[in-house]
Protein backbone atom coordinates (compact mmCIF):
# COMPACT_ATOMS: atom_id res chain seq x y z
CA UNK A 1 0.00 0.00 0.00
CA UNK A 2 1.38 3.21 -0.53
CA UNK A 3 1.23 6.69 1.72
CA UNK A 4 0.08 9.73 0.33
CA UNK A 5 3.84 10.62 0.22
CA UNK A 6 4.36 7.46 -1.95
CA UNK A 7 5.95 5.44 0.36
CA UNK A 8 5.16 1.98 0.83
CA UNK A 9 3.21 1.57 4.33
CA UNK A 10 3.55 -1.42 6.24
CA UNK A 11 0.07 -2.25 7.74
CA UNK A 12 -0.66 -5.17 10.07
CA UNK A 13 -3.75 -6.56 12.12
CA UNK A 14 -3.51 -8.01 14.92
CA UNK A 15 -5.66 -8.90 18.67
CA UNK A 16 -5.44 -6.23 20.74
CA UNK A 17 -3.64 -6.14 24.40
CA UNK A 18 -4.02 -3.78 27.24
CA UNK A 19 -1.30 -2.25 26.08
CA UNK A 20 -3.28 -0.66 23.34
CA UNK A 21 -5.59 0.81 25.45
CA UNK A 22 -4.62 4.21 25.71
CA UNK A 23 -3.48 4.53 22.67
CA UNK A 24 -6.99 3.52 21.29
CA UNK A 25 -8.62 5.99 23.80
CA UNK A 26 -6.92 8.85 21.88
CA UNK A 27 -7.62 7.69 18.70
CA UNK A 28 -11.50 7.50 20.33
CA UNK A 29 -11.27 11.22 21.43
CA UNK A 30 -9.71 12.25 17.75
CA UNK A 31 -12.64 10.57 16.29
CA UNK A 32 -16.05 10.58 18.50
CA UNK A 33 -17.93 13.08 20.23
CA UNK A 34 -18.60 10.96 22.93
CA UNK A 35 -15.96 8.66 22.89
CA UNK A 36 -15.33 5.10 25.06
CA UNK A 37 -13.49 6.07 27.88
CA UNK A 38 -10.55 3.62 29.15
CA UNK A 39 -12.68 1.51 31.37
CA UNK A 40 -14.70 0.73 28.55
CA UNK A 41 -12.07 -0.96 26.35
CA UNK A 42 -11.06 -2.46 29.51
CA UNK A 43 -14.27 -4.11 30.07
CA UNK A 44 -14.29 -5.61 26.46
CA UNK A 45 -11.31 -8.08 27.16
CA UNK A 46 -13.82 -9.56 30.22
CA UNK A 47 -16.50 -10.27 27.29
CA UNK A 48 -15.98 -13.81 26.21
CA UNK A 49 -17.65 -12.37 22.86
CA UNK A 50 -16.00 -9.37 22.14
CA UNK A 51 -12.74 -9.47 19.81
CA UNK A 52 -10.43 -6.33 19.17
CA UNK A 53 -8.08 -5.77 16.50
CA UNK A 54 -5.82 -3.62 15.62
CA UNK A 55 -4.31 -1.63 12.79
CA UNK A 56 -0.51 -0.63 12.99
CA UNK A 57 0.89 1.62 10.27
CA UNK A 58 4.81 1.44 10.20
CA UNK A 59 4.55 0.54 14.06
CA UNK A 60 2.04 3.11 15.11
CA UNK A 61 -1.72 1.88 16.35
CA UNK A 62 -3.52 3.96 13.38
CA UNK A 63 -6.94 1.83 14.34
CA UNK A 64 -8.93 -0.29 15.71
CA UNK A 65 -12.25 -2.39 15.52
CA UNK A 66 -14.44 -4.30 18.04
CA UNK A 67 -16.55 -7.12 17.17
CA UNK A 68 -19.25 -8.76 19.36
CA UNK A 69 -19.72 -12.58 18.23
CA UNK A 70 -23.15 -13.68 19.05
CA UNK A 71 -23.62 -16.33 16.74
CA UNK A 72 -25.90 -16.01 14.20
CA UNK A 73 -25.33 -12.03 14.72
CA UNK A 74 -21.67 -10.31 14.83
CA UNK A 75 -21.97 -6.75 16.23
CA UNK A 76 -19.46 -4.32 14.99
CA UNK A 77 -19.68 -2.19 18.48
CA UNK A 78 -16.99 0.07 17.82
CA UNK A 79 -14.08 1.21 14.85
CA UNK A 80 -12.07 3.88 14.61
CA UNK A 81 -9.01 4.75 12.10
CA UNK A 82 -7.22 7.98 13.41
CA UNK A 83 -7.71 10.98 11.31
CA UNK A 84 -3.61 10.93 10.86
CA UNK A 85 -3.98 7.29 8.67
CA UNK A 86 -7.96 8.29 7.19
CA UNK A 87 -8.05 7.57 3.84
CA UNK A 88 -5.05 4.71 3.68
CA UNK A 89 -7.46 2.05 3.12
CA UNK A 90 -7.47 0.76 7.26
CA UNK A 91 -10.60 1.08 7.57
CA UNK A 92 -11.40 -1.49 4.41
CA UNK A 93 -8.72 -3.98 6.26
CA UNK A 94 -10.11 -3.97 9.60
CA UNK A 95 -13.84 -4.46 7.96
CA UNK A 96 -12.50 -7.72 5.93
CA UNK A 97 -10.60 -8.90 9.06
CA UNK A 98 -13.73 -8.57 11.30
CA UNK A 99 -15.57 -10.31 8.76
CA UNK A 100 -13.35 -13.06 8.68
CA UNK A 101 -13.26 -13.36 12.30
CA UNK A 102 -16.93 -13.03 12.19
CA UNK A 103 -17.87 -16.10 9.29
CA UNK A 104 -15.09 -17.99 11.14
CA UNK A 105 -16.93 -17.82 14.87
CA UNK A 106 -20.14 -19.11 12.72
CA UNK A 107 -22.03 -15.72 12.36
CA UNK A 108 -24.57 -15.48 9.58
CA UNK A 109 -24.58 -11.65 9.35
CA UNK A 110 -22.74 -8.47 11.12
CA UNK A 111 -24.99 -5.74 11.95
CA UNK A 112 -23.89 -1.88 12.78
CA UNK A 113 -24.92 1.67 13.81
CA UNK A 114 -23.84 4.94 12.52
CA UNK A 115 -24.40 8.19 12.44
CA UNK A 116 -27.03 9.42 9.87
CA UNK A 117 -24.93 12.35 9.37
CA UNK A 118 -21.76 10.21 8.80
CA UNK A 119 -21.43 10.44 5.12
CA UNK A 120 -18.18 9.00 4.10
CA UNK A 121 -18.61 6.04 7.16
CA UNK A 122 -22.10 5.34 5.24
CA UNK A 123 -20.11 5.20 1.80
CA UNK A 124 -17.46 2.71 3.14
CA UNK A 125 -20.01 0.20 4.48
CA UNK A 126 -22.34 -0.16 1.34
CA UNK A 127 -19.07 0.13 -0.61
CA UNK A 128 -18.20 -3.45 1.78
CA UNK A 129 -21.73 -4.58 1.31
CA UNK A 130 -23.65 -3.21 4.06
CA UNK A 131 -27.54 -2.26 3.22
CA UNK A 132 -29.39 -0.22 5.66
CA UNK A 133 -32.07 -2.12 7.21
CA UNK A 134 -33.50 0.06 9.72
CA UNK A 135 -33.29 3.25 11.64
CA UNK A 136 -33.07 3.93 15.36
CA UNK A 137 -34.16 7.17 16.11
CA UNK A 138 -32.56 9.61 18.94
CA UNK A 139 -29.81 6.84 19.49
CA UNK A 140 -26.95 8.81 20.17
CA UNK A 141 -26.64 11.56 22.72
CA UNK A 142 -27.60 14.39 20.76
CA UNK A 143 -30.43 13.06 19.51
CA UNK A 144 -29.18 12.56 16.51
CA UNK A 145 -30.09 9.11 14.42
CA UNK A 146 -28.71 6.13 14.05
CA UNK A 147 -28.61 4.43 10.61
CA UNK A 148 -28.76 0.07 11.19
CA UNK A 149 -26.56 -1.64 8.30
CA UNK A 150 -26.49 -5.19 8.16
CA UNK A 151 -24.24 -7.52 5.89
CA UNK A 152 -25.07 -11.04 5.19
CA UNK A 153 -22.24 -13.39 5.14
Known amino acids: MQSRQGESLSIKLREASFLDIPRMVKI????????????????EFFKSFSKILV???????????????????????NIAVDPEFQGLGIGTRLLEAVEEMAKD???NYIILEVRVSNKAAIRLYEK?????VGLRKGMYFDGEDGLVMEKLL
Open 105 to 107: SGA
Open 55 to 77: AEVDGKLAGFAVLWILPPEAYLA
Open 28 to 43: EKKVFKKPWGFDAFFG
Open 128 to 132: FGFEP
